[in-house]
């Protein structure tokens, strides 16, 4: 009985260890999702074909990353997030922006409404501007297609299939974490 106890508690811690990530934005500690990839639509940056996001946590407060190489320079107060359900959500209250490891990365509060609404439905599409100019950047694990798919359905996205957890599935699973 023992043993399994053991093996039981010694599962458990395991598996809480890999399920979070831990993120530090100077001297605070963040709880944060993967990092997702998204492609920008159209770059002449050799180095900036694309960004990196994450939602991190911490208390209360929700917040959304976006990195970004640190030579392209200052990212805007808006950003603009399209879910795969059409919905958007725009957030404007820009927290932290810190340089580690030639990225930019910055700090955007997500309200309650917002949050919920990541909770429900995948990330798709992202807008924001850098030092003025602006830029779409695509989920680079969603494909969209356009027109009608064999079964008759109209603008249907197809996730791949070797991703393990959608951007929606890793923001629930983050409320588990203190």
């Known amino acids: 009985m023992k043993k399994i106890i053991v093996l039981l508690i010694t599962f458990l811690s395991v598996y809480q260890t890999y399920s979070q990530r831990n993120i530090y ?7 944060a999702t993967d990092e997702w990839d998204f492609n920008l639509v ?21 917040y959304l990353m976006l990195s970004y190489p640190a030579r392209n320079g200052t990212a805007g107060n808006r950003i603009f997030i399209v879910l795969e359900n059409d919905e958007t959500i725009t957030l404007t209250q820009k927290v932290i922006t810190d340089d580690v490891d030639h990225k930019n ?36 694990h969603t494909v969209r297609y356009e027109g009608v798919d064999v079964f008759g359905n109209k603008d249907h996205t197809y996730h791949d299939v070797e991703e393990a957890e959608t951007t929606a599935e890793q923001i629930r699973k983050l409320d588990d974490f203190n």
Not at 25 to 31: D, M, P, V
Not at 107 to 117: D, G, N, P
Not at 122 to 134: K, L, N, P, T
């Open 25 to 31: 934005i100077g001297e605070k500690k963040y709880f």
């Open 42 to 62: 159209s770059s002449e940056d050799f180095y900036f074909k694309n960004i990196q996001l994450s939602v991190l946590k911490k208390g209360i407060s929700r």
């Open 105 to 140: 990365q910055v700090l955007y509060s997500i309200s309650q409404l917002s949050y919920k609404k990541l909770k429900e439905s995948d990330i798709s599409r992202i807008r924001f501007a850098v030092e003025g100019e602006s830029y779409t950047a695509d989920n680079q």
